[in-house]
């Protein structure tokens, strides 16, 4: 079972074996009082690394939903689309958002370290 780690500021993001599952995370939950709407990219469609895969409706306006690797969307949670208010309860196990099949290993820290040089470049030149 791989390691939650944050992301993005509002979300996490899991790695198991190549799967990353994504949700949104506690800190960012306690801006909103409800979750009023979600819509997700439908499994099946190939997502990139820091692009709209879907939005969540909050009572503090829209919260856009971002895909942290580039992959196919494996598998979305229709749970917390029928009931968004799943994701406030419970964000890190029932109401998690999608399942992302990397098309590479997000998580090269501990094994190339070439790589690794390459993502800090490019940390700071994409700030908006």
Same mark, same amino acid.
């Given at each position: 079972?791989?390691?939650?780690?944050? @992301?993005?500021?509002?979300?996490?993001?899991?790695?198991?074996?190549?799967?990353?599952?994504?949700?949104?995370? %506690?800190?960012?939950?306690?801006?909103? =009082?409800?979750?009023?709407?979600? !819509?997700?990219?439908?499994?099946?469609?190939?997502?990139?690394?820091?692009?709209?895969?879907?939005?969540?409706?909050?009572?503090?306006?829209?919260?856009?939903? @971002?895909?942290?690797? =580039?992959?196919?969307?494996?598998?979305?949670?229709?749970?917390?689309i029928?009931?968004?208010?799943?994701?406030?309860?419970?964000? @890190?196990? !029932?109401?998690?958002?999608?399942?992302?099949?990397?098309?590479?290993?997000?998580?090269?820290? =501990?094994?190339?370290e070439? %790589?690794? %040089?390459?993502?800090?470049? @490019?940390?700071?030149?994409?700030?908006?």
């Amino acid at each position: 079972m791989g390691e939650r780690r944050n @992301y993005m500021g509002s979300m996490w993001m899991q790695d198991e074996d190549g799967v990353i599952t994504i949700g949104i995370n %506690e800190e960012a939950l306690e801006d909103f =009082d409800e979750i009023s709407s979600v !819509e997700l990219s439908p499994e099946g469609e190939k997502v990139e690394a820091e692009t709209v895969i879907g939005t969540i409706e909050t009572s503090d306006g829209p919260l856009d939903i @971002y895909a942290p690797t =580039d992959g196919t969307i494996l598998e979305v949670n229709s749970q917390v689309i029928e009931d968004p208010a799943m994701i406030m309860e419970d964000p @890190y196990e !029932e109401g998690w958002l999608v399942r992302i099949e990397a098309d590479a290993d997000v998580d090269d820290e =501990d094994e190339d370290e070439d %790589e690794d %040089e390459e993502d800090e470049d @490019y940390e700071d030149e994409d700030e908006e």
